[in-house]
């Protein structure tokens, strides 16, 4: 089934729906955990429609949603001055990376990730969590970064390795979470610049009317319920949380790579 397929058969209340759900889930677990809403976005979307298409329609609600994320604290002018190198890597990563959306096949680059994310996971579960020192630290982040950028433009994802980086930083609950807001804003303007060079916003590439609209309101929604949710939660349950949750999406990610 695509979009095609939908929109095109009538019943276009059934993919409306469908991108409202996707949408107000993803923001849902984006405001608990601070990240899910590509991951989810692109996985959930991906039996309506091509990954370069999702893609497209997600930058929207991905730069506001990460973009409010971001400014969502009083950490911001440090993080900036401590992260710019992760943040240059992961833009030179997306732009320069020799795969992409369009090159790259979906389900191996999706059970790839899914794979990194558990055992990830699984560590900062039932083990010591990762560190990274200080010495260094610069040319470590500018590393994950270059990754980070090359993943992102070959899945439409953010999260990996820069979350796992981010996370060893052993930042505060609320600093994690702006941190991730951070990245996630600088990587979705870099896929924005990616896709628009690769042409994916040509005319008639692109859905038209509401399908552009709708997931906008529903992202935003669910990470406002989200954070109220996270606001709830002490130091030690969101660390307990943010683990599960990338369990969770990992879990999610690696079988949908193997059912691909």
């Known amino acids: 089934m695509n979009l095609n397929d939908i929109t095109g058969s009538g019943p276009e209340t059934l993919l409306m729906g469908i991108v409202a ?3 107000l889930l993803a923001g849902l677990v984006k405001g608990v955990v601070g990240l899910g809403l590509p991951t989810l976005s692109m996985g959930l979307l991906a039996g309506v429609m091509p990954p370069a298409q999702a893609a497209a329609i997600l930058i929207l609600p991905s730069f506001l949603t990460n973009a409010w ?15 710019w190198p992760l943040q240059l890597g992961v833009v030179a990563g997306t732009l320069w990376a020799p795969v992409s959306l369009v090159t790259l096949d979906v389900g191996l680059a999706s059970a790839g990730l899914g794979a990194a994310l558990i055992v990830y996971a699984l560590l900062g579960l039932f083990a010591m969590p990762l560190a990274i020192p200080q010495r260094g630290e610069r040319v470590s982040s500018f590393a994950a970064g270059l990754a980070t950028g090359a993943i992102t433009s070959a899945t439409g994802v953010f999260v990996f390795p820069a979350v796992p980086y981010l996370q060893a930083l052993s930042l505060k609950k609320d600093e994690l979470v702006q941190a991730l807001g951070l990245s996630f804003t600088v990587s979705t303007v870099a896929l924005f610049l990616r896709l628009a060079l690769e042409g994916s916003f040509a005319v008639g590439r692109l859905p038209s009317g509401w399908i552009l609209v709708l997931p906008l309101p529903a992202a935003l929604l669910g990470v406002a319920a989200g954070q109220m949710l996270r606001g709830r939660v002490g130091e030690k349950g969101f660390k307990r949380l943010f683990f599960v949750g990338l369990l969770l999406i990992g879990i999610y990610m690696l079988a949908r790579g193997v059912m691909h």
């Open 69 to 83: 994320q971001m400014w969502d604290g009083a950490a911001l002018a440090s993080l900036v001055r401590r992260l």
């Open 21 to 23: 759900a996707v949408f």
